[in-house]
């Protein structure tokens, strides 16, 4: 079945960098446009990057544009996120989804960016 | 940028008694392909969301018959007809035809 596994969040300090890895399996991964979605504490659900099959097309919501970087490897059927110039607002649950329509989520990975 | 609004942000109704949820988008989402860019999804507590309907009104595998999707443009409603237990979460609508962006979600609970 499709799984999704993400990873590499953790605790860092304003101004740093994490870097989320989603691997997904269970599906030909590089037919797939990919998407990140973040989960702040309590909140609702923010949309933050795609990028379509080969990485040629890639978006990023104005919040993390010049500071978010998503790229993948399709040969390791993976997914990431660098994240730079991390900010306390950046502090949420980090999902990886798949295809357009969303349809299969990760278990998503916390980012907690405090002094 | 397209702003999508939900209503109610929160919702108490007893078992076997209808449920509706509204999603209002600030454009058309409906794209020159002839399809609806409008997805619902569940999160359940603890949980991941999870897709129930996409372009409106068309219902993922599993999703019981007695939750449905419409609307058209620019105005959309999920309809529980009957609510049950295992409703009870957050919803969300979201927009894929620019990008893409969710509504502030609705919290349904049993009474």
């Known amino acids: 079945q499709v799984r999704l596994v993400e990873s590499g969040g953790g605790l860092v300090k304003p101004g740093g960098s994490l870097r989320l890895s989603c691997e997904g399996s269970?599906?030909?991964?590089?037919?797939?446009?990919m998407s990140w979605i973040r989960q702040a504490p309590g909140k609702g659900l923010e949309w933050v990057s795609y990028i379509d099959y080969g990485g040629s097309t890639i978006h990023y919501a104005d919040s993390v544009k010049g500071r978010f970087t998503i790229s993948r490897d399709n040969t390791k059927n993976s997914l990431f996120l660098q994240m730079n110039s991390l900010r306390p607002e950046d502090t949420a649950v980090y999902y990886c989804?798949?295809?357009?329509?969303?349809?299969?989520w990760g278990q998503g990975t916390l980012v907690a960016v405090s002094s | 940028e397209i702003v999508m609004t939900q209503t109610p942000h929160f919702l108490s109704v007893a078992p076997g008694q209808p449920a509706s949820i509204s999603c209002k988008s600030s454009q058309s989402l409906l794209y020159r392909d002839g399809k609806t860019y409008l997805f619902w999804y569940l999160q359940k507590a603890g949980q991941s969301p999870q897709l129930l309907m996409y372009e409106v009104s068309n219902r993922i595998s599993g999703v019981p018959d007695r939750i449905s999707g419409s609307g058209s443009g620019t105005e959309f409603t999920l309809l529980i007809s009957r609510v049950e237990a295992e409703d009870v979460g957050v919803y969300y609508c979201m927009q894929g035809l620019e990008l893409y962006s969710f509504g502030q979600g609705t919290k349904l609970e049993i009474k």
């Open positions: 989804a798949r295809g357009y329509s969303l349809a299969h």
């Open positions: 269970g599906f030909m991964f590089k037919d797939y446009y």
